[in-house]
Each structure stands twice: as structure tokens, then as C-alpha cells.
């Protein structure tokens, strides 16, 4: 990364949108490293137990749109004040009142899925102020805010162990408000930003099948990042009987993985092209995801395969997004809650269906599985888009970035 990134745009800002972004992400994701914890207090199935912490993963990606919108036609940071203002009233009603049933550990999770709509604000933030040679590595730095995740796999199981996981809630309220005021006073929307787009315009992105294939491709890299996130604490308690906080602690180290691969990923697009880099990855996650998916008996080698696998996934996630705004730089604000949105619901799919495919059967191997054979799909529609894209909107005539 040259000296020329970083004058090319505004790092103040693009700082706000990773800490705004990071913050988000560790409070939209909470409820799975706590999951074991409530599901052992609220008396939840498997399966309930995962649809809970699924629950934010899906309202977050339906937000995503929502506030996709409103950044349109207000602006980012408007849009990000709102948001988060709305994740910190929520949290301070869940703790001062307490969760005492499946329903309402539900409702919270609709709420936090404010959190997971912070996607549609923090990257066109972030991606607005960057010129198209630099927005890899721009997107990336952003969107590897999603190393929250990293933060609550950490630290809320061993919290939720001392204080009681309702009190989680209250603690995530001091890192929230401090961001919220750093966001609003140092955070600053480009002079340079495209005009509000209306619904007609979402209609309009979802008939280009492009705009498809980018929707399947990140529901796969980020859906699967994701999902496999929320399940990991359960499924290293269940698979290895660890208690939660080794669990998080081996959750963590997994989607640490994932979410520093993140800005890589886009900076590894930009000098080698963002398809050959996304063939790569996903060749290397569904792999990995075929010999976890064989029940090893040894968890040391499974937490290494998951590794592999979320280093992967974290760079294909940079790798989409290098992509995107290069097919769609008059359009990034609503491919950007599309792209978005569809892979936050490849995450509620895949921690919804390892939880029933577990309830099931007694064990995740037909989730893992399939989930490695969807990325094994990727791959080949990838390669089959692959030689149209670079020959008209990937020629050098059309931009100077490599995909």
C-alpha cells in the first residue's frame, strides 16, 4: 500500500467507517458467542438456539436496504448516526429489562440487525471519497470492520461467565456511545457523491444479471464467513463439549482470520484482479470445508481447516468488493445493499440450516458438505462470467483497475 492511497482520499473518514463498522458487527454477532449461554438458561432446542442467532444475520440484511436508502437520499453519515442511535436504545431496554424468553431474545435480534445494516453505510462512506484503482483497498480497510466479530467471540462468553450474559448487553454500550461520538465528529460525506437513487433504480440493478451473479457470489464468501461465525461456539460445545468460553476463544481465532484477510483480499484484487483472486478463494474454502465436514476427531485440526477456510472467505470478501464498484460505479450505493443484502441472508441460511441439519441427524457433516459444494458452484459460475467480464466493462478501455 503506496503513499498515493492515502492522499487519494479522506483517511479520517475512512477510519470512522471501519470503527463505526467494527463496533456494528460486534453487537449484531453477540448473540452468537452468547448462545450457548442463553440457550442453556432460556431451555432452547438446537435448532432454536440457531435460529436465534440467525435472527439479526436476516433482519440485517433486510435493513440493509433500508438504510441503503436513507444514506441515498439524506447522506452515509446520517444514515450511520441513525443506525446506531437505534442499536444503543435497544441494548439499553434488553439490559435494563432483561431477556426472559425465546420470544424476546427474537425481538432483540430483529433490533440488532440495525447493526448488520451498517454495511450500507460504512462502505459507500468509505468507497465515495476513493478514486476506482484504489477502491479494493479502500473497501477492504472498511469492510474489515467485520473483525468485530473477533471482539465478541473474545470477550462475551467470559463477560456473560462473570456478570451474567444480560449485563453483555450493558457493557457494549460503552464502545458504542464512544463511537457514536467519534463518528459524529470526525466522520465527513464526499463532495463528490452520486444522486439518490429510488426503488426504480434497485428494480432496475436487479434485471442485470450481473447484479445477480454478485449477489450469489458474496452470499457465498461473506454468507459463509458469517455463518460460520455464528455456529462455531456452538458447534465447538456441541462437536467437543468445550465449555463457552473456550469456544469463543476458538471462534475467535477463526474469524480473526476472516476478518484481516478482508483488506488483503481487496489490496491482493487490485494488483492481481479480483476473479482470478475469487477463483482462488473459493477453491481453498470449500476444500477446507469437505475434510472438516468428515467429523475429524481431533479439534485441534478442525479449528486449522476453519482457519484456512475463513482466511479465504475474508479475502474473497475484499475480492467481490473490488469487483463491484468497477461493473457498478454509478450505481455502488444500490449494489452495495443488494450485494449486502444477499449476503447476510446466505449467513441466516447457513446458520439456520447447519442448526436444523444438526437437530436432524446428530452432527453438522450434511451442512458442511453442502455448504462446501456451494462454494464449489461459485467457482464454476465465476469461471463461466469470467472471459464476458473481462472482455467489456473489464477491458483496459473501460478501467484502469484489474479484475
Same mark, same amino acid.
Given at each position: 500500500?503506496?503513499?498515493?492511497?492515502?492522499?487519494?482520499?479522506?483517511?479520517? +473518514?475512512?477510519?470512522?467507517?471501519?470503527?463505526?463498522?467494527?463496533?456494528?458487527?460486534m453487537?449484531?454477532?453477540?448473540l *452468537?458467542?452468547?448462545?450457548?449461554?442463553?440457550?442453556?438458561?432460556?431451555?432452547?432446542?438446537?435448532?432454536?438456539?440457531?435460529?436465534?442467532?440467525?435472527?439479526?444475520?436476516?433482519?440485517?440484511?433486510?435493513?440493509?436496504?433500508v438504510? *441503503?436508502?436513507?444514506?441515498d437520499?439524506?447522506?452515509?453519515?446520517?444514515?450511520?448516526?441513525?443506525g !446506531?442511535?437505534?442499536?444503543?436504545?435497544?441494548?439499553?431496554?434488553?439490559?435494563?429489562?432483561?431477556?426472559?424468553?425465546? #420470544?424476546?431474545?427474537?425481538?432483540?435480534?430483529?433490533?440488532?440487525?440495525?447493526?448488520?445494516?451498517?454495511?450500507?453505510?460504512?462502505?459507500?462512506?468509505?468507497?465515495?471519497?476513493?478514486?476506482?484503482?484504489?477502491?479494493?483497498?479502500?473497501?477492504?480497510?472498511?469492510?474489515?470492520?467485520?473483525?468485530?466479530?473477533?471482539?465478541?467471540?473474545?470477550?462475551? /462468553?467470559?463477560?456473560? +461467565?462473570? =456478570?451474567?450474559?444480560?449485563n453483555?448487553?450493558?457493557?457494549?454500550?460503552i /464502545?458504542?456511545?464512544?463511537?457514536?461520538?467519534?463518528?459524529?465528529?470526525?466522520?465527513?460525506?464526499?463532495?463528490?457523491?452520486?444522486?439518490?437513487?429510488?426503488?426504480?433504480?434497485?428494480?432496475?440493478?436487479?434485471?442485470?444479471?450481473?447484479?445477480?451473479?454478485?449477489?450469489?457470489?458474496?452470499?457465498? +464468501?461473506?454468507?459463509?464467513?458469517?455463518?460460520?461465525?455464528?455456529?462455531?461456539?456452538?458447534?465447538?460445545?456441541? !462437536?467437543?463439549?468445550?465449555?463457552?468460553?473456550?469456544?469463543?476463544?476458538?471462534?475467535?481465532?477463526?474469524?480473526?482470520?476472516?476478518?484481516?484477510?478482508?483488506?488483503?483480499?481487496?489490496?491482493?484484487?487490485?494488483?492481481?484482479?479480483?476473479?482470478?483472486s475469487?477463483?482462488?478463494?473459493?477453491?481453498?474454502?470449500?476444500?477446507?470445508? =469437505?475434510?472438516?465436514?468428515?467429523?475429524? /476427531?481431533?479439534?485441534?485440526?478442525?479449528?486449522?481447516?476453519?482457519?484456512?477456510?475463513?482466511?479465504?472467505?475474508?479475502?474473497?470478501? *475484499?475480492?467481490?468488493? !473490488?469487483?463491484?464498484?468497477?461493473?457498478?460505479?454509478? #450505481?455502488?450505493?444500490v449494489?452495495?445493499?443488494?450485494?449486502?443484502?444477499?449476503?447476510?441472508?446466505?449467513?441466516?441460511?447457513?446458520?439456520?440450516?447447519?442448526?436444523?441439519?444438526? !437437530?436432524?441427524?446428530?452432527?453438522?457433516?450434511?451442512?458442511?458438505?453442502?455448504?462446501a459444494?456451494?462454494? *464449489?458452484?461459485?467457482?464454476?459460475?465465476?469461471?463461466?462470467?469470467?472471459?464476458?467480464?473481462r472482455?467489456?466493462?473489464?477491458?483496459?478501455?473501460?478501467?484502469?483497475?484489474?479484475?
Open positions: 500500500m503506496n503513499t498515493g492511497f492515502w492522499k487519494s482520499g479522506h483517511t479520517p +473518514t475512512l477510519f470512522c467507517a471501519f470503527l463505526y463498522f467494527d463496533l456494528s458487527f453487537v449484531w454477532y453477540v *452468537g458467542p452468547l448462545g450457548v449461554q442463553i440457550a442453556a438458561d432460556l431451555g432452547l432446542t438446537t435448532q432454536q438456539r440457531a435460529f436465534m442467532i440467525a435472527t439479526p444475520i436476516l433482519s440485517g440484511a433486510l435493513l440493509r436496504l438504510l *441503503g436508502v436513507l444514506a437520499h439524506t447522506s452515509p453519515k446520517t444514515a450511520g448516526l441513525f !446506531q442511535v437505534v442499536v444503543i436504545a435497544a441494548l439499553l431496554v434488553a439490559w435494563l429489562h432483561g431477556i426472559q424468553s425465546y #420470544e424476546q431474545a427474537l425481538l432483540l435480534g430483529l433490533f440488532l440487525g440495525m447493526a448488520g445494516a451498517s454495511f450500507a453505510v460504512a462502505l459507500p462512506l468509505a468507497s465515495q471519497w476513493y478514486p476506482p484503482r484504489h477502491q479494493g483497498t479502500a473497501m477492504g480497510i472498511a469492510g474489515a470492520g467485520n473483525s468485530g466479530t473477533v471482539l465478541a467471540a473474545l470477550f462475551a /462468553p467470559a463477560l456473560a +461467565t462473570t =456478570f451474567g450474559w444480560s453483555v448487553f450493558g457493557l457494549a454500550l /464502545p458504542l456511545v464512544l463511537t457514536l461520538i467519534i463518528f459524529a465528529s470526525v466522520a465527513r460525506n464526499a463532495p463528490q457523491r452520486p444522486a439518490p437513487k429510488s426503488f426504480a433504480d434497485y428494480l432496475k440493478a436487479l434485471g442485470d444479471r450481473d447484479c445477480w451473479w454478485f449477489m450469489f457470489f458474496y452470499s457465498v +464468501t461473506f454468507g459463509g464467513f458469517l455463518g460460520l461465525a455464528s455456529t462455531l461456539p456452538g458447534y465447538f460445545h456441541d !462437536q467437543y463439549a468445550f465449555d463457552p468460553v473456550k469456544a469463543g476463544y476458538y471462534t475467535a481465532a477463526c474469524v480473526f482470520a476472516g476478518s484481516m484477510l478482508r483488506p488483503l483480499g481487496g489490496a491482493l484484487a487490485d494488483r492481481i484482479g479480483g476473479i482470478r475469487l477463483l482462488a478463494m473459493y477453491t481453498i474454502a470449500a476444500v477446507c470445508l =469437505f475434510v472438516v465436514g468428515l467429523n475429524l /476427531p481431533s479439534a485441534s485440526a478442525a479449528l486449522g481447516l476453519f482457519v484456512i477456510a475463513m482466511l479465504s472467505l475474508g479475502a474473497g470478501n *475484499g475480492a467481490v468488493f !473490488q469487483l463491484v464498484p468497477q461493473r457498478f460505479g454509478k #450505481e455502488i450505493g449494489m452495495t445493499g443488494l450485494v449486502g443484502m444477499a449476503g447476510g441472508i446466505g449467513g441466516f441460511l447457513l446458520t439456520a440450516g447447519l442448526g436444523a441439519v444438526k !437437530q436432524a441427524t446428530g452432527n453438522y457433516q450434511m451442512g458442511l458438505w453442502l455448504f459444494s456451494l462454494g *464449489g458452484l461459485a467457482w464454476f459460475g465465476l469461471y463461466a462470467v469470467k472471459l464476458r467480464w472482455t467489456t466493462w473489464g477491458c483496459a478501455a473501460m478501467t484502469a483497475a484489474r479484475i
